[in-house]
């Protein structure tokens, strides 16, 4: 099994030296507090050894900085005050280094190593006010020999979380070492190497296997690539680098990058933003520490990883936030309470941890990746409105030091890109265009309708539900981020189509178990739009819809089909669910007619045709469609989300609009169109136009569309049938784009059968200018006839032809 990480691991171990240490060395400005070397035998290897450490050394503490220049000033203070606050409460006792952190539950020992961590960097760091204080480091001494000696050590047999002991006290103990490493003797040293020798033995290392995959490998091979250089052991440094090896092919099943893009931790959790971060930036690290050392990686296969940076992690940012879609259980964290720093955790904290990870990794990259990586960051810092990139208080100094080397640096910054990127391995999209970005989240026999365990996002039932995120090019940037998560009804995420029976926390088992027994989800696309559906199997009800979702220039086109359920309570689809902030109040108009801003204040519309919401976007209810809507102060606190999260309470307000499907509907369906960013007469306009949207079916066999104004005829096919000018011999999803006289058929088979389909499009066509692979054409002429040979994975598959 996958890790199983506590109150303190994933959510609190950042806090511990930023958002994972800092950058490359640059030539030094800033002058280090190093004690003086303790008497130790040489070797002939040892200076290798001693640049390896020095390395390390620079990536957790930085180089290359002005320590009286902000915010460089503003975090090495921090530090020294935290140093300050943690030096007089340390009290020794048999079961704690700290009264507030006892040994049992073992995040306990993690937390003191940080603490230690903490007083070290105070120690050994400029503009701290404990830069060289001799009693600190004594104290710093004190507390590694306690630990040792109480609980961190070999004869203990471990307890609790596994990854406190393998991954989260190793990495801090370590890097504590590499900063007192001269003050410690011998003896010490080789005690302190024990303990990790010990719960970390070699064969962690073996079979990439349980928790040893992915990102928990690369911190694992960081735990003892550290050690070997600690130890000087050449042994333990090839072991590390080449444990590393299994992690960098794509992977079919399982934890790992895919060839579509996805990133999958916990064997069934899309899991790009904070496990792929840590597999990112902990690769960057050992990268880098063992560049032009007789360890270097040179496994060419490494050059996925690389490859990663624009495959698989850029369409996943928007102005410096990594999608929620893509952080598991992290979207529950906020304010955690054993995090001293007390920095928020959100999508723009996760994003910006990305941020700092692809610098690292720049440093091993070809210069023209690098150049392209350091024009995208850029791009990612200027835009980022909602929280400042460079002031960001999750980084030290090292993180702060080379993202602004990367701002000020020459080149012009990235904009966000026009397109359109499904990720089939882990039931994500995400639609790109000038004025907004959106995502798309789903279940699927795959892929886990949520993540719960140690506490953590215990009701995040339907964030795989459809939930449907958006943000405008320039606004928006903190609609998930602004407490959102334990504010919001978690029966009306945006976007999605549920059951209103009550769940329990954590209903459906921990760590990914729930599942949806459904194939179909997925879809096509052309690179700039694209068809999307679920197969949606409601969380522990008899809830059963289709969910389609055309990806289009202005606006997504949401569809829903074969509404049906038998839990006794009412069916919604929830339009949108806007965080309205401490104290917005935008107003809404259906259908030209202004609407109370009261808090409190419902509305209901037997046939809205089109809704505004001032500041955010426009609705179109193609017809015609009953709409309910809802002006609500919510209140509540990520405690209740996570146990392990801060109890203040917290009030939002949001607008609500939904579609009540009524008591166990039968067959119900709606349709609506979602223009982000759109001014109040664009909605008004396209819900007048009655031409600019054909609806071609919208039933649990086929979901199609047809906008003639953009070329686009798009089909989900959840059986065998026809549609307008489509028909197809088994379930798949079908985009045709016309321009001018050349078409191209674009076609996924989402249930991933792996059997050969044909596609009929009903449109003269004179030639074929190309067939792409596992696509052979049948006949052209009066019509196209294509059999497509899928294979086991839902990719597309194209054909372009010239039209008569």
């Not at 928990?216 to 090839?238: F, M, P, Q």
């Not at 506490?455 to 995120?469: F, K, Q």
Request: with cysteine; aromatic share 8%; charged share 20%.
């Amino acid at each position: 099994m996958a890790a199983r990480a506590s109150h303190w691991s994933r959510r609190g171990f950042l806090a511990a030296g930023g958002a994972g240490a800092a950058a490359l060395a640059l030539p030094p400005s800033a002058t280090l507090a190093l004690p003086a070397p303790a008497a130790r035998a040489a070797g002939p290897a040892d200076d290798e050894f001693a640049t390896l450490r020095q390395r390390w050394l620079d990536l957790q503490l930085g180089t290359g900085y002005d320590p009286a220049a902000e915010p460089y000033a503003s975090r090495l203070r921090e530090t020294g005050d935290l140093a300050r606050r943690f030096r007089p409460a340390m009290a020794p006792a048999t079961a704690s280094l700290w009264p507030d952190c006892p040994f049992d539950p073992p995040a306990g020992i993690t937390q003191s190593y940080s603490r230690l961590n903490t007083m070290a960097q105070a120690y050994a760091q400029p503009g701290t006010g404990l830069t060289g204080d001799a009693g600190l480091l004594a104290d710093v001494l004190k507390g590694l020999d306690h630990l040792e000696a109480r609980v961190y050590n070999a004869a203990t047999a471990r307890y609790g979380n596994w990854w406190e002991w393998q991954i989260g006290s190793p990495r801090l103990l370590l890097d504590t070492m590499t900063i007192v490493d001269d003050a410690l003797t011998d003896a010490q040293r080789d005690r302190y190497l024990a303990a990790v020798d010990h719960f970390v033995p070699d064969a962690m290392l073996g079979d990439y296997t349980g928790t040893s995959t992915g990102a928990n490998r690369v911190d694992l091979c960081r735990v003892v690539a550290v050690r070997g250089v600690l130890g000087r052991s050449a042994a333990k440094l090839a072991l590390a680098r080449d444990a590393l090896s299994p992690v960098f092919p794509y992977v079919t099943k399982g934890d790992g990058l895919y060839t579509d893009g996805s990133f999958i931790q916990h064997t069934w959790v899309a899991y790009s933003g904070t496990y792929g971060y840590v597999l990112l930036d902990g690769l960057g690290r050992l990268f880098t520490l063992l560049r032009g050392s007789s360890w270097e990686v040179t496994d060419p296969k490494r050059q996925i990883i690389f490859d990663s940076v624009e495959h698989a992690y850029a369409p996943l940012l928007h102005n410096g936030l990594m999608m929620d879609s893509v952080n598991g259980r992290a979207i529950s964290r906020g304010y955690l309470l054993n995090d001293d720093r007390k920095v928020m955790r959100s999508d723009h904290f996760h994003g910006h941890a990305l941020l700092a990870a692809v610098a690292v990794l720049g440093q091993g990259a070809s210069a023209a990746e690098r150049d392209r990586w350091n024009a995208m960051v850029k791009g990612w810092i200027e835009r980022d409105t909602t929280l400042d990139v460079l002031t960001d208080r999750q980084f030290g100094v090292a993180d702060a030091a080379r993202l602004a080397a990367v701002a000020a640096g020459p080149g012009p910054a990235e904009p966000e890109p026009v397109a359109h990127t499904l990720f089939p391995a882990m039931d994500r999209a995400v639609h790109r265009r000038p004025g907004f970005a959106a995502g798309i989240a789903m279940a699927s026999e795959r892929i886990t309708y949520y993540e719960n365990g140690n506490g953590e996002n215990p009701r995040g039932w339907h964030t795989g539900a459809g939930m449907l995120y958006w943000w405008g090019a320039d606004f928006g940037g903190g609609q998930y981020t602004d407490s959102f998560w334990p504010t919001v009804d978690p029966y009306r995420l945006p976007g999605t189509t549920v059951s209103t029976k009550r769940l329990a926390d954590n209903e459906g088992g921990g760590w990914g178990e729930p599942k949806p027994a459904a194939a179909w989800v997925g879809g096509t696309t052309d690179g700039e739009f694209a068809a999307v559906g679920q197969d949606l199997r409601g969380l522990s009800s008899t809830l059963r819809a289709k969910k389609s979702w055309f990806c289009l220039a202005d606006a997504v086109v949401c569809l829903g089909a074969g509404i049906t359920s038998r839990d006794g309570v009412p069916a919604e689809t929830v339009v949108d669910n806007r965080n309205l902030g401490a104290a917005g109040s935008p107003l809404l108009t259906v259908d030209g007619v202004p609407q109370s801003s009261a808090t409190g204040w419902t509305g209901t519309f037997p046939r809205a045709r089109w809704a505004h919401l001032e500041g955010h976007g426009g609705y179109v209810f193609p017809g015609g469609a009953p709409l309910r809507a809802l002006r609500e102060a919510r209140t509540g606190a990520w405690h209740d989300i996570n146990t392990g999260s801060s109890p203040d309470r917290i009030t939002r307000r949001y607008l609500t609009l939904w579609h009540d499907h009524g008591t166990d509907p039968v067959a119900a369906s709606y349709a609506y169109v979602l223009m982000p960013g759109a001014g109040p007469r664009t909605p008004a306009a396209r819900a007048a136009d009655r031409h600019w949207l054909e609806v071609l079916a919208n039933t649990d066999v086929v979901q199609a569309v047809r906008v003639r104004a953009l070329g686009v005829t798009a089909a989900n096919f959840w059986r065998a049938g026809s549609a307008g000018p489509l028909t197809v011999s088994k379930p798949v999803s079908v985009l045709v784009r016309e321009r001018g006289r050349t078409a191209t058929v674009c076609v996924a088979e989402p249930p991933r059968t792996g059997e050969p389909v044909e596609v009929v499009w009903d449109r003269p066509v004179r030639a074929v200018v190309s067939a792409g692979p596992g696509v052979t054409v049948l006949g052209t002429g009066r019509r196209l006839r294509l059999r497509i040979s899928p294979g086991t994975v839902c990719a597309t598959f194209r054909c372009t032809v010239t039209t008569g």
